[in-house]
Structure formats: structure tokens, C-alpha cells
């Protein structure tokens, strides 16, 4: 998403975090992604991408320094090189059980063991990035209650989006962020603790939120569906570049994401799904649907 503006203010804010790091040799690059979703991630050599969903929902810039920090704390701390190495090391020995003790059942039984183990080893690595992430904003001179503020509206728009969609992930694909930083109670408190270790105890910070700053970089922003990407308004999805409209029926709500259009009821038992496929020129359209 092209904004020298909203990018030059991330810059700044990504420079002053690397500076009160534990690594500040490290160098990262910031990428806007072009999405409603909210979500952020870093790579390992230092790649940091926010979507301008997420910097819609933050509120000043300690909020956004502390998914900044957050995810730089991933890569600081080698999560994900960690992180592949057990996936590699319950994968051997799934393998082993199978093959050498000849018994698929046991291997799978393994398997499933060492996917709840690396969930909680998952577990673990948020928390810790959540800690190291309140750290370096506070020492970069950030309000440390940023983290608890941003976790706290995250939830919220969960719970919002949670009630348009019956609750139901499989409508919401584009949640990746919320998914995998569930903003949970505890979660919360463990992250006002940190805070507080920063704060002297006081239930405010002093650093700096800069809420008039923020607003004014993010002005004029697009929000929701990109246009080019086609949008929805209550029950209707428009898409000006195909030049196409649909509504949904009646107690549907609607959502798009990248890969498709997707609706679904209240309860939860109705859904629809509008995406597009490329057909072979040889394969009629009655043949394709009749394919599966």
C-alpha cells in the first residue's frame, strides 16, 4: 500500500525500536500490505509487514510500536528457525514409529502428540515475544500500556466480527493475526504486567502515545475493501473493475477476502461462497460444475 507518509511515520517508529533492542545490528524493512485483514508478521531476515487494517484499529503510535516490537521479538529471539526445527523433529519421529516399529497408528499417535507439544511451544514463543515486544517500546521511549490497549480493541473486533459471522472462523480466513494472537484475558493481564514493570507500578505509563500524530499520518487511508478488489455494502457486493454486482439473501452477512466472497447466516448453517476458476476452453461449463 503506497503512503510515503504512513510509511515514513513506521520508519521512525521501527528505527527508535531497533535502537533500545537487544539487537541492534539488525536491520528490517517495512512493508504496507494492501488488506482489510488484520494482521502482522515478520520473517527471519528481518521483513516486518502490517496490513493498513491493523493500522486502522490501532489508536496512537504506542499501540502500533507494540505490534512492531512484538514481532521483532520473533525474529530476535529465532522463533522461527526454532520453531521449524521441532516441526523437522516431530516429523523424524512420526517417520521412525511408522516405519522401524511398522505401525501407521502409533506414528500418527505421535504425530498428534507433537502438534499439541508445538502448540504450546507456539504458546510459549507469543508470550515471550509479548514481553521482549513491551520491553523494547518502553526503552524506546513508547507508553508500555500500548500492548494491553491494542490486545484489548483486537478482542473487541473479534468479538464484532465473531457476532456478524455466528461465530464461525472458516468464514473469516483473513483473521490471521487475531487467530494467532488470540487477545484472551490472560493475555491481557500478563501484558499489563509487563507494563507495569516498566511503569513503576503505576497503572499508566508516561511514554510517549502521540494519538494526534498517528491520526494524521493514517488520514485519508483506505479502510475496508479495497475498491479494486471489489467491496461490500450490507447485503450487495460490488466489483467496479469486473463490473458486477450480486446481493445476498435475506439474514445473510457478507465478507471479502483475497480468495473469495463469503457469506453466511446467524445461525450458521447457511453459507455461500463466490470465487472465480479458470476453465479449460475445451471443458464446457455444465462438465466443470458436474466435476466437483
Known amino acids: 500500500y503506497n503512503d510515503p507518509e504512513l510509511k515514513a511515520l513506521i520508519q521512525q517508529v521501527v528505527e527508535r525500536l531497533v535502537a533500545a ?16 485483514a488484520i ?27 507494540s505490534v512492531l516490537a512484538h514481532e521483532m521479538a520473533h525474529v530476535i529471539a529465532r522463533h522461527a528457525t526454532i520453531r521449524e526445527d521441532q516441526v523437522k523433529q516431530a516429523v523424524l519421529v512420526s517417520r521412525v514409529i511408522s516405519d522401524v516399529v511398522n505401525d501407521p497408528d502409533l506414528g500418527a499417535l505421535a504425530m498428534q502428540k ?26 524506546a521511549g513508547f507508553d508500555p500500556y500500548g500492548a494491553s490497549r491494542f490486545l484489548t480493541d483486537m478482542g473487541r473486533f473479534g468479538d464484532l466480527k465473531s457476532a456478524a459471522f455466528s461465530g464461525s472462523s472458516s468464514t473469516t480466513p483473513d483473521m490471521d493475526f487475531l487467530s494467532s494472537h ?100 475445451d471443458q464446457s461449463l455444465a462438465q466443470y460444475l458436474s466435476s466437483g
Open 21 to 36: 533492542s537487544e539487537r541492534p545490528d539488525l536491520k528490517y524493512r517495512v512493508t504496507v500490505l494492501n488488506s482489510p
Open 39 to 65: 494482521n502482522a508478521f515478520a520473517l527471519p531476515d528481518g521483513s516486518l509487514y502490517v496490513t493498513r487494517g491493523l493500522l486502522s484499529l490501532a489508536n496512537d503510535t504506542s499501540e502500533l510500536s
Open 114 to 139: 507433537s502438534r499439541r507439544t508445538l502448540a504450546s511451544f507456539s504458546r510459549g514463543q507469543e508470550l515471550e515475544a509479548d514481553a521482549i515486544g513491551v520491553g523494547i517500546a518502553a526503552r
Open 182 to 281: 488470540p487477545a484472551t484475558p490472560e493475555r491481557i493481564s500478563i501484558a499489563i504486567a509487563n507494563a507495569r514493570q516498566y511503569a513503576n507500578g503505576a497503572p499508566q505509563g508516561d511514554g510517549e502515545r502521540d494519538r494526534n500524530a498517528y491520526f494524521s499520518a493514517i488520514d485519508g487511508m483506505v479502510y475496508g475493501d479495497d475498491p479494486k478488489e471489489g467491496f461490500v455494502r450490507g447485503r450487495k457486493f460490488f466489483h467496479p473493475k469486473l463490473g458486477f454486482t450480486f446481493t445476498a439473501p435475506e439474514g445473510f452477512s457478507l465478507e471479502n477476502t483475497s480468495q473469495a466472497v463469503l457469506g453466511a447466516t446467524q445461525s450458521g448453517r447457511e453459507a455461500l461462497r463466490l470465487d472465480a476458476v479458470r476453465v479449460a476452453p
